[in-house]
């Protein structure tokens, strides 16, 4: 055998061939490993089937008359049909009791469906109907009834995953049934804006296992065979992998589980408060000495009236840094925990209020529909202010150097739009108290009593605004 020249003996290249013809034993160990849990995993991954039925006008003939007279005297309205749209997703049967059969899936998969099906990974078809939805984790339970046993998924625990595992995730891709890819945890905690087949309520695992649409609903699992994720979604911008897919941990998905199955429904905690992002020591004037990272906490920009958060004296401006001693990261972290925590459930806050570090008894409460939750003629004060970041500075009022916070946003609904606050307002004091740092605007609010006075500077000119507390 020659290459560029150079000979190089059969038989030497014999033998290295025949060096390969033994696999190194730790991959046939793993590769057992994937036999064994695709075959405990396949059958309890389900397709299902949707019709969704939806009623459409028909477009009548153009008529050159109706172009220049107009329709006709007792024209009727345009026809309407009905048609129908098929769809495909996959599940994850998680229970079985007595004759009726849970499967867990996505809640875009069946969220709109007149007709459902499953069909089983042995070739049983079941019709089954909608147990429960919930749009703000983006899971549903869909049920059917079976006098036979069916298989049922063990459920893992994702707190235990760590970036890096073994993964397999099983569905059924644009139709091809039963099918299984390979990956690993690429990464944990990831969020995305609320959308179609995204939610608030929810964090993301990452992975590189290839997902594709059919996919929907369908088991992210470990190596043991445990479901540890639902597949959910993909990044692409071709509309198939590219190796960016996205799973519900199934430690957020228990809970949907069981709150629909024995209330019907998915009951989440409620604090009652509007959060933002800030840096502590730029924004409120924090003091290193406290030990508060920059990108740990949240500030309370506004509460709801009568809410949890109202009752336990939670107060805008608080600045959030613990809840139960555990650190809070962020707004998106606070929403998490508390919409994951059961109504009653009872936490102590750690707040920064006026530079001092205080704790907060609070029991969460119900947490209603998105609309009946943000009633904006409950919200107070309603509005968001900021460091002035020019130092204004106006000597055309009393020939003095002014400064104060600047209003950034102003709610529509709140009781500071209906007092006249608008978006670039400079509140200089509050009752009469200087409001020179943003600390010292919410403890100069938080302090009145009644009516409540705002001065303020509006290009170049300094008015008066009232409200009612």
Do not use: C
């Not at 008359?65 to 599940?91: A, D, I, V």
């Amino acid at each position: 055998m020659a290459f560029r020249g150079i000979s190089i003996p059969t038989d030497v290249v014999a033998e290295e061939a025949g060096n390969f013809d033994q696999a190194p034993e730790s991959l046939v160990v793993l590769q057992q490993s994937f036999r064994e849990v695709a075959k405990s995993v396949l059958p309890i991954v389900v397709e299902i089937n949707v019709i969704e039925v939806f009623r459409q006008k028909i477009p009548q003939p153009f008529s050159p008359w109706e172009f220049f007279f107009g329709p006709s005297p007792g024209q009727t309205t345009p026809e309407e049909r009905e048609f129908r749209k098929t769809g495909l997703g996959s599940g994850v049967i998680v229970r079985q009791t007595g004759d009726t059969v849970y499967v867990l899936t996505n809640n875009h998969v069946v969220r709109d469906a007149e007709q459902i099906s499953v069909h089983l990974y042995d070739g049983r078809q079941y019709r089954a109907e909608i147990a429960g939805r919930d749009s703000r984790t983006d899971l549903a339970l869909v049920k059917f009834n079976s006098i036979e046993t069916v298989p049922v998924a063990r459920l893992g625990d994702s707190n235990e995953l760590q970036i890096g595992d073994l993964v397999l995730a099983v569905g059924n891709p644009f139709g091809f049934e039963s099918t299984v890819t390979a990956g690993i945890v690429s990464a944990l905690g990831r969020t995305n804006k609320p959308g179609p087949s995204t939610a608030a309520y929810t964090d993301y695992i990452q992975t590189d296992a290839a997902i594709n649409p059919g996919n929907s609903g369908g088991a992210l699992v470990n190596i043991r065979g445990e479901v540890i994720g639902i597949n959910t979604w993909i990044a692409s911008t071709t509309g198939g992998s590219v190796g960016l897919g996205f799973a519900v941990p199934i430690n957020n998905a228990k809970k949907v589980i069981e709150d629909i199955i024995v209330k019907g429904r998915v009951e989440y905690g409620w604090l009652g408060v509007s959060t933002g992002d800030y840096d502590a020591q730029e924004y409120m004037g924090i003091s290193e000495d406290l030990g508060i990272n920059n990108q740990d906490g949240v500030l309370v920009l506004n509460i709801f009236r009568d809410s949890p958060a109202d009752r336990a004296g939670i107060l805008p401006g608080d600045f959030i840094i613990k809840v139960n001693n555990f650190e809070l990261k962020n707004s998106r972290h606070l929403t998490l925990l508390v919409g994951n925590t059961r109504p009653q459930a009872n936490m102590d806050f750690s707040v920064i209020r006026y530079g001092k570090e205080e704790t907060i008894f609070t029991t969460f409460g119900y947490r209603e529909s998105e609309e009946e939750a943000q009633l904006s003629n409950k919200l107070w004060p309603g509005l968001v202010v900021t460091r002035n970041p020019d130092e204004v500075k106006d000597k055309t009022v009393l020939s003095e150097t002014r400064s104060g916070v600047m209003i950034t946003k102003v709610l529509a609904g709140t009781h500071a739009h209906s007092a006249g606050l608008r978006p670039g307002d400079l509140i200089v004091k509050v009752n009469e108290e200087s409001t020179k740092t943003v600390t010292e605007f919410y403890k100069a609010m938080n302090a009145a009593k009644g009516e409540i006075h705002f001065r303020v500077l509006r290009q170049g000119r300094e008015i008066l605004l009232g409200l009612t507390k």
